[in-house]
């Protein structure tokens, strides 16, 4: 066997998150050194290293169940309004705890027309690249043999590291590292409700950046930090009402983990 396929077979989520770490830091780097829209385009990236490790590590059964989480549909109403309302009503909760503790909004509320560009242009190019990875690829692997909420720990943490350029370019304050971190725990337990739908996770990634676009401008300086934090803080108190009300395993039932187990364990295993 070659040596690079054996170390693919061998260390998958390692090469996975290696290919999403280069593409983060590369391309962000790339985008500021030669300023172009479409260097966003990069994060399609992250969906093809999940496409070309799984086909390594697991074959074409395994490809085939990779892509099959972006188009899995069916699921109960209830789930797409969390995802596509869930952070609007994060935000607005931040955006009312800055107005208490008395920030002044700039009353610059965005048209509904560019919300909806916001949405459409993330779920097709930042939400597609980020979640059939992230959520597609490496969350099931860490839900094998881990409860969810330690598994939602973990691609927390990587997800959040993932967005440290932001950071470090100054685009992003450091509290912002919390949100993603907090937002895996959301994920996961929508995740568990609809049959592991990378196709609502993508809506759910959207609706965020949507979300972050309508808020983003209502604040300047320190009150836009301000807001930044009570957003961190309402993430949080999201993930520990999970846990409380949802259980470690964020909602997943013993048998349904025992029936992924039986059907997908050549996509998961490694």
């Known amino acids: 066997m070659n040596p690079i396929t054996s170390f693919i077979k061998r260390y998958p989520q390692g090469v996975f998150w290696g290919i999403a770490y280069v593409i983060s830091g590369g391309g ?3 985008g500021r050194l030669y300023p172009n829209d479409l260097w966003i385009l990069v994060l399609w990236g992250i969906f093809l290293g999940g ?3 799984t086909r390594i590590a697991n074959g074409k059964t395994g490809l085939k169940t990779y892509l099959s989480r972006l188009v899995r ?3 109960g109403i209830q789930w797409y309004a969390i995802a596509l309302l869930t952070p609007f009503i994060l935000g607005f909760v931040a955006f009312g705890l800055n107005l208490l ?3 002044k909004a700039l ?3 965005p048209a509904f027309g560019s919300l909806a560009e916001v949405f459409v242009f993330s779920f097709l190019t930042i939400a597609l690249g980020e979640e059939s990875g992230i959520r597609g690829f490496s969350l099931p692997r860490f839900l094998v043999g881990r409860s969810a909420f330690a598994a939602s720990l973990i691609v927390g943490v990587l997800h959040a590291i993932w967005h440290l350029p932001l950071v ?3 685009e992003e304050s450091l509290v912002f590292l919390v949100n993603p ?3 895996a725990f959301l994920f996961t337990w929508i995740f568990n409700h609809t049959n592991g739908s990378v196709f609502i996770a993508m809506l759910l990634h959207a609706s965020s950046d949507a979300a972050g676009g309508f808020f983003g401008e209502m604040f300047s300086g320190s009150e836009a930090l301000m807001n930044d934090i009570w957003l961190g803080v309402a993430f949080i108190v999201i993930a520990i ?3 409380v009300f949802a259980g470690r395993e964020l909602g997943r039932k013993p048998e349904a983990d025992v029936a992924t187990l039986a059907t997908e364990q050549p996509v998961l295993a490694g």
């Open 28 to 30: 962000y780097i790339l």
């Open 51 to 53: 496409a070309l490790v």
């Open 73 to 75: 549909f069916r699921a």
């Open 101 to 103: 503790t008395g920030a």
């Open 107 to 109: 009353g610059n509320f």
């Open 168 to 170: 470090i370019g100054g």
């Open 181 to 183: 971190f907090c937002a």
């Open 241 to 243: 009402l999970l846990r």
